[in-house]
């Protein structure tokens, strides 16, 4: 079954502090991984598609990488307006769904 | 795109009584797709449909829950005599067919169960 593990749980950076998140995880022929961003009350909001290893993407302060086991999430010089809940999902095999990793609880502090 | 639109936003109900959710996707989005989210959890997967069609259900949809797509447009998401376990957010998302394309998410609706 596949599965997707996100870490840390919850992170507090200061305003400009360059930080990763982390996605694991284990799946029987990845097609797709996302990032998505999630604001309280709000429903995730997509950020980045990576389909092979190596590939990389870019958005703002935000850069996605991409391995065979993990993806992480680079967040560069970050601001307050970057707190949110990060969440990473695969897809895989011939099924359409999305599986979620329990998301990254980002605070920047001003 | 004027973005998948979900309806009622907050739901309060008491167990054991029946509830209905409309989701309307993104136009010329054919494929839809239910999840549910509980607080500090990523979103599970529930069903999807591409056009009218459904065409995958998680086993965590037991038979309370039915999910309708008529025409191909918008959606409903039934829970049928709710108890307390049903409290969450439901997810409505919508994507284009063909190959990894991006799922769009509403807002969801909160579901209460008193």
């Known amino acids: 079954e596949d599965q997707v593990t996100q870490s840390p749980e919850a992170l507090r950076l200061q305003e400009g502090e360059s930080s990763s998140l982390n996605c694991s995880y284990t799946?029987?022929?990845?097609?797709?991984l996302f990032w998505y961003r999630q604001d309280p009350g709000k429903g995730p909001e997509f950020l980045f598609t990576?389909?092979?290893a190596g590939e990389e993407k870019e958005k703002e302060r935000l850069k996605a990488t991409l391995t065979k086991k993990e993806s992480f999430l680079h967040i560069t010089a970050p601001k307050p307006e970057d707190s949110a809940t990060y969440l990473c999902?695969?897809?895989?095999?011939?099924?359409?769904?999305?599986?979620f990793g329990q998301g990254t609880r980002l605070t920047i502090n001003p | 795109d004027t973005g998948v639109s979900q309806d009622p936003r907050h739901k309060i109900t008491k167990r054991g009584q029946n509830v209905t959710f409309r989701c309307d996707p993104i136009?010329?989005?054919?494929?839809l797709y239910w999840y549910r989210q509980t607080l500090g959890q990523g979103p599970e997967f529930l069903t999807y449909?591409?056009?009218?069609?459904?065409?995958?259900k998680s086993r965590l949809l037991s038979d309370r829950f039915s999910a309708e797509r008529p025409k191909g447009s918008f959606s409903t998401l039934e829970i049928q005599r709710t108890e307390q376990g049903d409290s969450a957010m439901y997810l409505c998302?919508?994507?284009?067919?063909?190959?990894?394309?991006?799922?769009?998410f509403g807002d969801g609706t909160r579901l209460s169960i008193l």
């Open positions: 999902a695969v897809h895989s095999g011939g099924a359409q769904k999305l599986v």
């Open positions: 998302a919508s994507s284009r067919q063909g190959g990894n394309q991006p799922q769009h």
């Open positions: 799946v029987s022929g990845l097609r797709g």
């Open positions: 449909f591409q056009n009218e069609a459904q065409l995958e």
């Open positions: 990576l389909y092979s």
């Open positions: 136009s010329e989005h054919n494929r």
